[in-house]
Antibody, heavy 118, light 107 residues
Framework: EVQLVESGGGLVQPGRSLRLSCSAA????????MSWVRQSPGKGLEWVGV??????????EYATSVRGRVTVSRDDSKSIAYLQMNSLKTEDTAVYYCTRDLGRLDSWGQGTLVIVSS | DIQMTQSPSTLSASVGDRVTITCRAS??????LAWYQQKPGKAPKLLIYKASSLDSGVPSRFSGSGSGTEFTLTISSLQPDDFATYYCQHYTTFPVTFGGGTKVEIK
């Protein structure tokens, strides 16, 4: 069974940085792209970014709204994906989900809440 | 970016009703469309991919159709467990984008 567990969320001041982690189990982590999706309170889903597998050079893509402030990375030896967020804004307040990305997002973690507020 | 537009945004229905949700893409996405179900406080769950393929374990009352720019999600006989919010998502190219969601409420 695929399991994805996010951690690292919390309350952070505007302008600060935060790194989220996603621990994976139940599948060969290194073979799959991993995406992050966020959901602001009471709002819809917004894709944030993806990191491809080693076979595709661990290349990344980002949403326009976060490009330049966000970095997705991974440690295949630990089966962990990361989302580094810099220069956080109040509008980054959201639940952040990591997902296994087959194009369709077939497995999701439970999410971790990030609140950006002074 | 490809825009995904869902309608209606809210739908009131009764148990046993046939329910249809529409998703339109701003340009052709072939069949690269997925549907998700989300319940309050929970992560989304994949229901359908490639427009009409049912994900493993998803009840057969759910079905998807369409290609190009217009797609539908149909629930043939609404069950109590189906009251939730539904999202479409294209995955033809990055950035992937989601529709705004359709909340299915109890009538």
């Amino acid at each position: 069974e695929v399991q994805l567990v996010e951690s690292g969320g919390g309350l952070v001041q505007p302008g600060r940085s935060l790194r989220l982690s996603c621990s994976a189990a139940g599948f060969t982590f290194g073979d799959f792209p991993m995406s992050w999706v966020r959901q602001s309170p009471g709002k819809g889903l917004e894709w944030v970014g993806v990191i491809r597998s080693k076979a595709y050079g661990w290349t990344t893509e980002y949403a326009t709204s976060v490009r330049g402030r966000v970095t997705v990375s991974r440690d295949d030896s630990k089966s962990i994906a990361y989302l580094q967020m810099n220069s956080l804004k109040t509008e980054d307040t959201a639940v952040y989900y990591c997902t296994r990305d087959l194009g369709r997002l077939d497995s999701w973690g439970q999410g971790t809440l990030v609140i950006v507020s002074s | 970016d490809i825009q995904m537009t869902q309608s209606p945004s809210t739908l009131s229905a009764s148990v046993g009703d046939r329910v249809t949700i529409t998703c339109r893409a701003s340009q052709s996405i072939s069949s690269w469309l997925a549907w998700y179900q989300q319940k309050p406080g929970k992560a989304p769950k994949l229901l359908i991919y490639k427009a009409s393929s049912l994900d493993s374990g998803v009840p057969s009352r759910f079905s998807g159709s369409g290609s190009g720019t217009e797609f539908t999600l149909t629930i043939s006989s609404l069950q109590p467990d189906d009251f939730a919010t539904y999202y479409c998502q294209h995955y033809t190219t990055f950035p992937v984008t989601f529709g705004g969601g359709t909340k299915v409420e109890i009538k």
